[in-house]
């Protein structure tokens, strides 16, 4: 039986002077959760967290919408499965907190701690330009998704559909965020 190739976090290479792009990155907003509603009768939200650990949202100043307003400032929560439920300055009651489902919180991108080595986030991933090999652009990162079996990412040349390849050392040999591309190794085609 052979072994799927290992998943892979890119590594990330600083640049000694950041690029535009990266100055770009840095102030974009990053989607952190989601209201899914009222937890109990005394105002406490249910959030779903789209983080690793839903208790990092509570280390957030404040929340943003997506136009960059203020949109929550989290108190005190603990999490739940699927998220986190929480107390936020301002809602008191259950109508208050249910009157905010849906409502997408963000932070802006220069929040969010530098990513370990080998590891990327996502968002910065967005954009960026696909090489292969000898340096020849291919397209653009059009998005990244992970449908079960691992990161995927969706990759918009010049002309033509998209196509998707794994988020895999061995496909994404070299990710340079700083200058602003990533460099792949398409498989070969087969019949």
Same mark, same amino acid.
């Given at each position: 039986?052979?072994? &799927? &190739?290992?998943?892979? !976090?890119?590594?990330?290479?600083?640049?000694?002077?950041?690029?535009?792009?990266?100055?770009?990155?840095?102030?974009?907003?990053?989607?952190?959760?989601?209201?899914?509603?009222?937890?109990?009768?005394?105002?406490?939200?249910?959030?779903?967290?789209?983080?690793?650990?839903?208790?990092?949202?509570?280390?957030?100043?404040?929340?943003?919408?997506?136009?960059?307003? &203020?949109?929550?400032?989290?108190?005190?929560?603990?999490?739940? !499965?699927?998220?986190?439920?929480?107390?936020?300055?301002?809602?008191?009651?259950?109508?208050?907190?249910?009157?905010?489902?849906?409502?997408?919180?963000?932070?802006?991108?220069?929040?969010?701690?530098? *990513?370990?080595?080998?590891?990327?986030?996502?968002?910065?991933?967005?954009?960026?330009?696909?090489?292969?090999?000898?340096?020849?652009?291919?397209?653009?990162?059009?998005?990244?998704?992970?449908?079960?079996?691992?990161?995927?990412?969706?990759?918009? *040349?010049?002309?033509?559909?998209?196509?998707?390849?794994?988020?895999? !050392?061995?496909?994404?040999?070299?990710?340079?965020?700083?200058?602003?591309?990533?460099?792949?190794?398409? &498989?070969?085609?087969?019949?």
């Amino acid at each position: 039986m052979r072994r &799927p &190739p290992p998943r892979r !976090k890119s590594p990330l290479r600083r640049p000694a002077t950041p690029s535009s792009d990266a100055l770009d990155r840095a102030a974009r907003l990053i989607l952190v959760g989601r209201v899914a509603g009222a937890f109990g009768v005394r105002g406490e939200i249910r959030i779903k967290a789209f983080s690793a650990d839903p208790l990092t949202l509570l280390g957030f100043r404040q929340l943003l919408r997506e136009d960059g307003a &203020p949109a929550l400032t989290l108190s005190g929560g603990r999490v739940v !499965k699927d998220g986190l439920v929480a107390r936020a300055s301002g809602v008191d009651d259950r109508d208050q907190a249910e009157a905010l489902r849906g409502l997408e919180l963000y932070v802006r991108r220069d929040a969010l701690p530098e *990513p370990d080595d080998d590891e990327v986030y996502v968002a910065d991933l967005i954009g960026v330009e696909v090489r292969d090999a000898s340096g020849a652009v291919l397209g653009r990162v059009k998005t990244v998704e992970d449908f079960g079996a691992g990161d995927l990412i969706e990759i918009a *040349p010049p002309a033509g559909p998209t196509y998707w390849l794994p988020f895999t !050392k061995e496909a994404v040999p070299d990710v340079n965020l700083a200058e602003g591309w990533i460099a792949v190794t398409p &498989p070969a085609e087969t019949e």
